[in-house]
Structure formats: structure tokens, C-alpha cells
């Protein structure tokens, strides 16, 4: 009988102690891979998102000095939003069609002619963010992307 306790305990010791080294194996791996700089894991967006179009929007371009004809630039945009948001997008497109047209005003012809569509796009998301920087709530949406553009 007393053979079997001393199975027993030992038994019993060898399974602590596997489990304690498993543990701290584990716990010593988990906070090594949080700890790497630069070895981030990446943020995954599950959310479901709607496009909503912000459409014919039309902006005179600034003329030269000598030039005496006009160049207008018409553009349409896409807001990619949450689906709960949707709303509350569609209420602020009077308020983003003029943030548009105020941030996009600015550029001549020329200027326009050369930026690309990914620095025309840059340039009116930063428009958007300064807009919505004092609102407590923030922007409705997630970004602008350009889906048609015309410089004439």
C-alpha cells in the first residue's frame, strides 16, 4: 500500500510541475510577442460599412493672371461609412459638398491638372478631419474616395 502512495505522489508532482512549466512557458511567450516594437498585430475593422455618393460636385479652379477663360473641375465621391452611421452621413453631405469645394478652390488649373487622384483625395480627407477636429462626436464616416473626376 505504501508503494502505491509514493507512485501516487510522485505522479501527482509530475503533473504539477509539467503544468507550472507549461504556464509559465506560455505566459513568457505571450509577453515576449507583445513586447516586440514594430511586430504589431494588426487591428482587424469587422465592422459593415455602406458607400454613400456625394455627386456633381463642381468647382471653379483659381485663374492665372492673364488667362481669361475658366476651368472647372467636377467630381464625384464616395463615403465609405459604418452602416450605423449612414444617417447621420447623408444628413452632413450639404456640409461636406461646401468643405469640398472650399478645400479644392484653392488649386489653379495647372495645379490640378498635375495632382494625382490619391493627393487630390488627401487633400480633401484633411479638409474633412480639420472640419470634424472641434465635433465631440466626429466624423461620420471613415474616408472619402474619389469615384469620377473631370478637369476642363
Known amino acids: 500500500m505504501q508503494k502505491s ?7 501527482l508532482t509530475g503533473f504539477v510541475a509539467l503544468i507550472t512549466g507549461g504556464g ?15 511586430k504589431a498585430t494588426p487591428v ?25 477663360t475658366s476651368h472647372y473641375m467636377a467630381m464625384d465621391l464616395v463615403l465609405k461609412t459604418p452602416i450605423d452611421e449612414e444617417r447621420v452621413t447623408r444628413e452632413h453631405l450639404p456640409l ?8 479644392l478652390s484653392n488649386l ?4 490640378a491638372n498635375r495632382a494625382t487622384v490619391e493627393e487630390l483625395t488627401k487633400l480633401i480627407n ?14 461620420p464616416f471613415r474616408e472619402a474616395m474619389v469615384g469620377k473626376l473631370i478637369i476642363e
Open 5 to 11: 502512495r509514493w507512485v501516487t505522489a510522485w505522479v
Open 24 to 38: 509559465a512557458t506560455w505566459f513568457v511567450m505571450a509577453s515576449q510577442t507583445q513586447s516586440r516594437p514594430g
Open 44 to 68: 482587424v475593422d469587422t465592422r459593415a460599412y455602406k458607400y454613400i455618393s456625394l455627386e456633381k460636385v463642381i468647382v471653379r479652379l483659381r485663374s492665372q493672371q492673364d488667362e481669361e
Open 96 to 103: 461636406l459638398r461646401s468643405v469640398t469645394v472650399k478645400a
Open 108 to 111: 489653379t488649373y495647372e495645379e
Open 126 to 139: 484633411a479638409a474633412y478631419t480639420e472640419t470634424y477636429a472641434n465635433d465631440r462626436v466626429g466624423k
